[in-house]
C-alpha cells in the first residue's frame, strides 16, 4: 500500500485524475469502479472539465460502481444511480449502455447480486477502483464484519452508516436499512485501488488502516494484502 500525501482535496482530486487518465491511455477498453458519497465528486469534476478542454473522451470506458440502496427508484435524488448521471455521466460522452450500478429494486436481490459479479468477470475486471473510506472502516458498504471472502451481497447497513449518510436525506428515518455492494473479494480482484481520504474527520479511520493489524473489524485493512493500493490522502486526514 502506497500512501501519498497530498495538500488538500482539489490535489487529492487532480491527481486522482491524472492517475486514472494515464490508465485510459494505456487500456483499450478501460473499466473503471467508482464509488459515490463525498469524497470522489472533486474526482468527477476534474473528469468533466478535462473532457470538456478536450483532453479525454470516455466512449470506450465500461464502469461498475460500488453500491447502491435496497428500494430507492433510478429518480430518487438520494439513489446512486441519479447521483452518477448527475455528477458525471450527463456531463461526458460515456455510454450509457457501458455503466453498471447495481439495481436496488430488482425483484431478485440475490439474482441481482450473481449477475453483477458475473458482469464484473466478463468486463475482464476492474482496472482501477476508486473508493472513499467509511468513518468505521468500510468500503462499499462492507460494514465492519463482513467476511474478506465477500462477493457482491446484500447487507444490513449500520446505523453510524445510515447516521452519516443522513445528511443527503431530510430525515434519518428516510435513509434506507439495506443495500447492495460489490463484495470485500469482489473490490480485492480489481487489478489497481486508488484510496481517497479527505478531511479531518477521517484522520481516526487513516491512522487505524496504516498503523492497525489487518482485520475483519475495519474492513479497508484488507487494502494492505492488495498487491497495488494508492492511498491519496490529505494533509487534514493524515
Ligand atoms: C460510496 C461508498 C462508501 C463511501 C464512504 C465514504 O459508494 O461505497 O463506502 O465511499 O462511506 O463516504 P464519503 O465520501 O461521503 O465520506
New binding site residues.
Given amino acids: 500500500m502506497e500512501l501519498v500525501k497530498v495538500k488538500d482535496y482539489n490535489e487529492m482530486s487532480a491527481k486522482a485524475c491524472s492517475i486514472i487518465l494515464d490508465m485510459m491511455e494505456q487500456e483499450k477498453n478501460p473499466v473503471l469502479g467508482l464509488?459515490?458519497?463525498?469524497?470522489?465528486e472533486g474526482l468527477y469534476q476534474q473528469f468533466i472539465h478535462q473532457y470538456n478542454i478536450g483532453n479525454v473522451s470516455f466512449s470506450n470506458v465500461t464502469t461498475f460502481?460500488?453500491?447502491e440502496y435496497v428500494g430507492l427508484s433510478e429518480q430518487d435524488p438520494n439513489s446512486?444511480h441519479y447521483y452518477m448521471k448527475d455528477k458525471l455521466f450527463h456531463h461526458i460522452d460515456i455510454n450509457l449502455e457501458q455503466v453498471n450500478i447495481p439495481n436496488g429494486r430488482a425483484r431478485d436481490l440475490e439474482q441481482e447480486c450473481l449477475d453483477y459479479e458475473r458482469k464484473i468477470k466478463e468486463s475482464g475486471h476492474i482496472d482501477i477502483q476508486v473508493?472513499?473510506?467509511?468513518l468505521n472502516g468500510?468500503?462499499?458498504?462492507n460494514e465492519p464484519g463482513t467476511a474478506f471472502s465477500s462477493k457482491t451481497h446484500v447487507v444490513k447497513l449500520a446505523e453510524s452508516?445510515r447516521k452519516?449518510?443522513s445528511r443527503f436525506f431530510s430525515k434519518l428515518e428516510q435513509v434506507p436499512r439495506e443495500a447492495i455492494?460489490m463484495g470485500i473479494e469482489t473490490i480485492m480482484q480489481a487489478k489497481k485501488i486508488l484510496l481517497l481520504v479527505s478531511g479531518e474527520k477521517?484522520s481516526n479511520a487513516l491512522t487505524r488502516l496504516i498503523e492497525g493489524e489487518v482485520s475483519e473489524d475495519f474492513p479497508a485493512s484488507i487494502l494492505k494484502h492488495h498487491p497495488n493500493v494508492v492511498v491519496l490522502a490529505d494533509t487534514a486526514a493524515c
Fill in positions: 464509488a459515490t458519497g463525498s469524497t470522489p460502481n460500488l453500491d446512486y473508493l472513499g473510506l467509511g468500510h468500503i462499499g458498504f452508516t452519516a449518510n455492494t477521517k
